[in-house]
C-alpha cells in the first residue's frame, strides 16, 4: 500500500461522508414537507482537480505560547512590608527616645535650677544672718565701748575731782604754799649768782619734772635779768633734780610755775 504522506483518503473520505449525509437530510426534508410541485434543485458545486486533492492542506497555525506564570513575588512582598514596619517601628521609638531624652534632660535642667536656685537662697539667708551676726556683734561692741568709756570718764572725773578736793584741801592747810617754797629753795640753793644779776630780780620759770622730781625740762618765761642770769636760773633747776616730793601726792604736777625771787 502506498504512503499517504499528504492525508488525501482521509480528507477524500471525509468529503464523501458529508456529501452523504447532507444528501440524507434533502431527502429527509423533501418527505417531510407537503407535496409540492416538482421544482428543479440547482446544484452548485465546485470542481476540485487531482492536484488540489494532493496539494497539502495548509499547516494548522502554531498555538501561542502560553504567557509564563508570573512569580510568586508575595514573600519578597512580605519581607520588603515588615522591613519598612520594622524601619518605621525604629523611627517612631528614636522619636520616642529622643523625646524622652529631651524630657529627661529639661527636667534635669529645672531640677539643677531649682537646686542652684536653693543653694543661692541659703547662701543669702546664711550671708543675711552673718551681716546680723556681725552688726549685733559690732553694735554689741560699741555699747560695751562706750560705756567702758564712759565709764573711764566717770572714773576720771571723779578721781579728778576728789583731786581737786584733796588739792583744796591742802591748800587751805598749806600744804601747796610749803611745796612751792621747798623747790624754789631747793633752786636757790643751786644757783650760782652770776655778776650781772641785779637786785630785786623776779623771772618766771616753767619746768617740766617727772614723777619722782626728775626734771626733764626748764625754760625761762618773764625776766628782768640778762641772757646770763636766765641761763644760770636754768642750770640751778637741773641742778636741784630731784625736786622736792610733795606732802600730798595729789599736789605733783608734772608741769611747774615757780617765781624764782632770789632772797637778797
Request: a negative charge; one cysteine or more; proline letters at 9%.
Amino acid at each position: 500500500m502506498p504512503r499517504d504522506d499528504y492525508n488525501i483518503i482521509p480528507v477524500f473520505l471525509a468529503g464523501v461522508l458529508h456529501a452523504g449525509i447532507l444528501a440524507a437530510m434533502i431527502f429527509a426534508f423533501d418527505f417531510s414537507r407537503p407535496a409540492h410541485p416538482a421544482v428543479p434543485l440547482a446544484i452548485k458545486g465546485t470542481l476540485v482537480s487531482e492536484d488540489e486533492i494532493r496539494r497539502p492542506p495548509p499547516p494548522e497555525p502554531e498555538p501561542e505560547p502560553e504567557p509564563e506564570p508570573e512569580p510568586d513575588n508575595s514573600e519578597q512582598l512580605r519581607k520588603e512590608a515588615e522591613e519598612l514596619k520594622r524601619q518605621e517601628d525604629a523611627r517612631i521609638e528614636r522619636e520616642r527616645i529622643s523625646r524622652l531624652k529631651k524630657q529627661q534632660e529639661q527636667e534635669s535642667a529645672e531640677k539643677k535650677r531649682r537646686e542652684e536656685a536653693e543653694l543661692e537662697r541659703r547662701r543669702q539667708e546664711a550671708e543675711r544672718k552673718r551681716l546680723e551676726d556681725v552688726e549685733r556683734q559690732r553694735a554689741e561692741n560699741e555699747r560695751k565701748r562706750q560705756e567702758a568709756e564712759q565709764a573711764e570718764r566717770q572714773r576720771l572725773m571723779d578721781r579728778e575731782l576728789a583731786e581737786e578736793q584733796a588739792r583744796i584741801d591742802a591748800m587751805n592747810a598749806g600744804a601747796l604754799d610749803r611745796y612751792v617754797y621747798a623747790i624754789r629753795q631747793r633752786i636757790q640753793r643751786n644757783w650760782v649768782e652770776p655778776p650781772s644779776a641785779v637786785v630785786g630780780l623776779e623771772c618766771v620759770v616753767n619746768v617740766r619734772q617727772l614723777p619722782g622730781g626728775e626734771v626733764v625740762g626748764a625754760t625761762i618765761g618773764k625776766c628782768n635779768g640778762d641772757d646770763a642770769v636766765k641761763r644760770s636760773i636754768e642750770a640751778a633747776v637741773f641742778k636741784a633734780s630731784p625736786l622736792p616730793e610733795p606732802e600730798d601726792p595729789t599736789l605733783f604736777e608734772r608741769d611747774l610755775r615757780i617765781i624764782f625771787k632770789p632772797e637778797q
